[in-house]
Nanobody
């Protein structure tokens, strides 16, 4: 069993920055790829990005490339999502998740999920 807990959400103005954290417990950190999804009201869950701790490779959704960065602190078993140049359309609940896949953008491939943290970007 893996527990994942997000933190760092909040309200920010357009153009601002925010950093989300995801603390994972109950597993060997190198076993799973970890990543971020988001879901806005009335929309499907969208892949934001992920990191494969075995290779260090990172992957991003097209809508956030160049603005968001994923990093990890293996000692703390924590991954981070640094979000820069935020836009109102980035407003959503952000979830961290874990998967045995090296990479997948499909929510169904992700096994463990956090409860989510709200990010609101005002215009």
């Amino acid at each position: 069993q893996v527990q994942m807990e997000e933190s760092g959400g909040g309200l920010v103005q357009a153009g601002g920055s925010l950093r989300l954290s995801c603390a994972a417990s109950g597993r060997s950190f190198g076993t799973y790829s970890v990543g971020w999804f988001r879901q806005a009201p009335g929309k499907e869950r969208e892949f934001v990005g992920s990191i494969n701790p075995r290779t260090g490779n990172t992957y991003y959704g097209d809508s956030v490339k160049g603005r968001f960065t994923i990093s990890e602190d293996t000692a703390k078993e924590t991954i981070y999502l640094q979000m820069n140049s935020l836009k109102p359309e980035d407003t959503a609940v952000y979830y961290c998740a874990a998967t045995t896949y090296s990479y997948s953008y499909r929510p169904d491939d992700w096994v463990y999920w956090g409860q989510g943290t709200q990010v609101t970007v005002s215009s």
